[in-house]
């Protein structure tokens, strides 16, 4: 199994950013996905989770609003559409599969 994230970077305050999981070595199509994130001396929080069809979807209130996550099941991919980022939005974000596995982070920096 792997997950490899990609799309992070710095962006300005009010800036988007597009998140990408690419997975392998698993029916991707068969299992809920999940975006988390851990900033600096934080524990690692759940952001938001996409069934494995991709009906329904949830979101931390934090981010409500702002970020949108979806997947493609045809490219074994899940995104993380985040819009209007601010300051505290800066953190390693990680994407999970339902049965445990994890990528290996890619990091967000919103700063000006």
């Known amino acids: 199994v792997q997950l490899v994230e990609s799309g992070g970077g710095l962006v300005q305050p009010g800036g988007s950013l597009r998140l990408s999981c690419a997975a392998s070595?698993?029916?991707?199509?068969?299992?809920?996905m999940r975006w988390y994130r851990q900033a600096p001396g934080k524990e690692r929080e759940l952001v938001a989770s996409?069934?494995?069809?991709?009906?329904?979807?949830n979101y931390a209130e934090s981010v409500k609003g702002r970020f949108t996550i979806s997947r493609d099941n045809s490219k074994n991919t899940v995104y993380l559409q985040m819009n209007s980022l601010k300051p505290e939005d800066t953190a390693v974000y990680y994407c999970?599969?339902?049965?445990?596995?994890w990528g290996q982070g890619t990091q967000v920096t919103v700063s000006s």
């Open positions: 999970k599969s339902a049965h445990g596995y």
């Open positions: 996409i069934s494995y069809a991709g009906g329904t979807t």
């Open positions: 070595g698993f029916t991707f199509s068969s299992y809920g």
